[in-house]
């Protein structure tokens, strides 16, 4: 019985960006403060993702403008997508795409700075850290255009048969050194655009964008989607040949940068300053199954698969008293959110059963419990709780760690817990080393569910306590659907998990498994698993784990083809997937370990092998010339060819199907949603919901734009 309570017993980290989510910045071209230099416009900007086979390719195009009788250097930053790797970097060069390759980070940056100095044409992206990424082009010739496109990958999941695609562009504000040193340009003066396709193997039943009301959401079918927005000025001259925004994004029309023409005016066509966030639902009560995707060339030699398991709705409810324990944040950075966050807890507090017991913990630059130990839940003790929190307001530095150790210290091991820690994640007094805090969750038996609230959120630290506690990390964007996320992760909490979860390949030797371990299933995820394979024909796949202490076997037959073209990118992913793991183990040892530098060694291997951008590789544009006269192979080169030819393909074909398990289901249970026991809301939601009522309602659950038949 004690371990079925301790499925459900959890820590639930909401992060909020530092310094409010009114004071959140956007993506965009940084200008060093107080300079006197001219300042470069984003004239265009321009995004094309594509949805399928169970993974998302994002085009980003943009168009940096230099207005001024000097060249000059343009650096554009935008917040890193969660789980998104960096396959492609061009640059147009006397009007010609030139694609770059990857190095490591410090040689990428040495060699981009040798070209800027000598006058010579340049691109460089990179990585800072988990924060952005940053495109540096130089130079940007006087009154002339500089053109560049940013591609990136990244799985797209379902979860509880809800989908969700976020292209953020909202910064957070975290990094305080740069914010003392850059102000951000926003804007896009001329012409901004966004396009995405869908196409899912299984039928969709609505699309959403909860904050852009003026979306375009086609349904082409049940199973092929489209959204769009767009917005021109009008103040600028087409290009001579009347081609169109959107047609030089998708390739199908590629301009010369060359001299500015026609008027630029103060109009301003976009503000890259809030989220775009893409939902869809899928339809009721489909199957549960196993997908595979795999890309093979040669029948001779090793492929690359993408498995996708939707487990069926085989996880109990679980109804019974438990206690809950707040950690709340009253550090400096939580100043315009406190109300809204006492307000949060008396709401939770009203919704406690019969039987629960709470507690309060607070911290600033300390921690202190401003209740007696565990507290009856009636009437008279909330309300006098809630004003004891109404009397003490933000203040001071964040010691993350004290406030979270004094909360874990007195939980009582014969009851089920919720822990809810609401905190900014900026932990900047006292104990702040990664390995501290997930030290501290692996020597306890508790739960860490967190949300990863905004873009700048240190996702690696809350990531990594996620992972060591055997719980889960949900991000949520100031433009997500609000009571979507809440009702997705109430039903993990109200249900048992499957822990210790394993997969089994027999039949067909399978190998290099990423992530190498997965840890918990909870109630509507999908498991998404990358591998190679050797040889072809059927395997026997055998997922095994433990629900509430008792061993889960599920069995199907899976079969990997001896060639697979359609799907190249898959190699990226898998390399990603495993780069994943290794920063994954050198956040936890930290870079100072003796592993560190093997750790380092690997990642930049393997992300040089495989054209990635990451925390230590960098992708470098030069001519065509000065790559030949450093004698560096253009293996990136090649594989977008590669990868490109494989998209047109895949554009001119039907929606096609992965699943693999249609003969032997891996499930006799429909795949969870909401319309099949979702559960009610929990007191921890309604913190996250009122910590967010300043939103007006028709941004949280306005309409999304026209819908076509």
Do not use: C
Request: a negative charge; aromatic letters at 8%; zero cysteines.
């Amino acid at each position: 019985m004690k371990l079925l309570k301790l499925l459900i017993g959890g820590l639930v980290t909401l992060v909020f960006v530092l310094g409010g989510m009114q004071q959140a910045r956007a993506a965009g071209l940084l200008q060093p403060l107080n300079s006197s230099r001219p300042a470069l416009e984003l004239s265009e900007h321009h995004v094309s993702v594509t949805i399928e086979d169970g993974y998302a390719i994002t085009s980003v195009e943009q168009v940096f403008t230099n207005p001024n009788p000097q060249d000059l250097e343009a650096i554009y930053s935008f917040p890193v997508p969660a789980r998104a790797a960096v396959g492609e970097f061009t640059f147009w060069i006397d009007g010609q795409p030139v694609s770059g390759e990857v190095f490591e980070k410090a040689q990428a940056r040495s060699i981009y700075e040798e070209e800027r100095r000598a006058g010579r044409d340049a691109a460089l992206a990179e990585q800072d850290d988990y924060r952005s990424f940053d495109i540096a082009v130089s130079p940007v010739r006087a009154g002339q255009d500089a053109r560049v496109r940013l591609v990136y990958l990244q799985p797209v999941h379902a979860d509880t048969a809800i989908g969700r695609y976020v292209y953020p562009l909202e910064d957070g504000g975290v990094d305080e050194q740069r914010l003392a040193f850059w102000s951000y340009d926003d804007v896009v003066r001329e012409r901004f655009s966004f396009e995405l396709r869908f196409r899912s193997s299984w039928p969709v039943e609505e699309f959403r964008l909860p904050r852009h009301p003026q979306a375009l959401i086609e349904r082409i079918s049940d199973q092929e989607w489209r959204v769009s927005m767009a917005s021109d000025t009008g103040d600028a001259t087409v290009a001579e040949d009347g081609a169109t925004a959107m047609q030089r994004l998708n390739g199908e029309h590629h301009g010369q940068p060359g001299e500015l023409q026609g008027t630029r005016q103060a109009a301003l066509a976009h503000r890259l300053d809030q989220d775009i966030v893409v939902y869809w639902r899928q339809a009721e009560n489909l199957p549960a199954a196993v997908e595979l995707v795999h890309f093979r060339e040669d029948p001779s030699g090793m492929g690359t698969f993408m498995m996708t398991l939707t487990p069926g709705n085989e996880l109990a409810p679980i109804v019974e008293g438990r206690d809950w324990l707040f950690v709340l944040d009253l550090s400096g950075s939580m100043s315009g959110k406190y109300r809204s966050l006492v307000e949060g807890v008396r709401r939770g507090l009203d919704r406690l059963q019969g039987g629960d017991r709470f507690r309060i913990v607070l911290f600033n630059d300390r921690a202190w419990a401003l209740t007696p130990g565990w507290v009856p839940v009636d009437a008279a003790s909330v309300q006098h709780y809630t004003q004891a929190l109404e009397q003490v307001g933000p203040t001071s530095g964040t010691n993350l760690y004290a406030g979270l150790s004094l909360g874990l210290d007195d939980l009582d091991a014969d009851r089920s817990s919720a822990v809810v820690q609401v905190t900014d994640g900026v932990a900047n007094v006292g104990l702040t080393e990664r390995k501290d805090f997930l030290d501290l969750l692996a020597a306890k038996d508790v739960r860490l569910f967190t949300f990863v609230m905004g873009n700048s959120a240190n996702r690696p630290l809350l990531y990594g306590m996620a992972r060591v506690s055997n719980g889960f990390a949900m991000n949520v964007s100031n433009s997500d659907d609000i009571a979507g996320k809440l009702l997705e992760a109430t039903s993990k909490l109200t249900h048992e998990a499957m822990h210790d979860v394993s997969v089994e390949f027999d039949g067909v030797r399978v190998g290099d498994l990423a992530p190498e371990t997965i840890g918990s299933l909870y109630r509507g995820q999908q498991l998404i698993l990358f591998g190679h394979y050797w040889g072809a024909g059927e395997a026997d796949l055998t997922i095994r784990g433990k629900v509430s202490g008792r061993p889960v076997t599920w069995t199907t037959r899976v079969a990997f083809p001896e060639t697979a073209m359609a799907n190249p990118e898959l190699e990226r992913l898998w390399a990603f997937a495993l780069i994943d793991d290794l920063q994954a183990e050198l956040d936890y040892f930290g870079s100072a370990s003796e592993l560190a530098p093997d750790l380092e060694e690997a990642i930049v291997d393997v992300a040089v092998e495989y054209g990635l951008v990451t925390q230590h590789t960098s992708m470098l544009v030069l001519t065509e010339e000065r790559f030949a006269e450093l004698g560096i192979e253009r293996r990136n080169r090649d594989r977008l060819v590669r990868e490109a030819l494989a998209r047109q393909d895949r554009a001119s074909q039907g929606v096609r199907h992965h699943r693999v398990d249609g003969e032997q289901p891996i499930s006799s249970r429909p795949r969870a949603s909401h319309g099949n026991g979702g559960g009610a809301l929990n007191p921890w939601m309604l913190v996250l919901l009122a910590l967010l009522l300043w939103r007006p309602l028709s941004a949280r659950f306005g309409n999304v734009g026209v819908e076509r038949a």
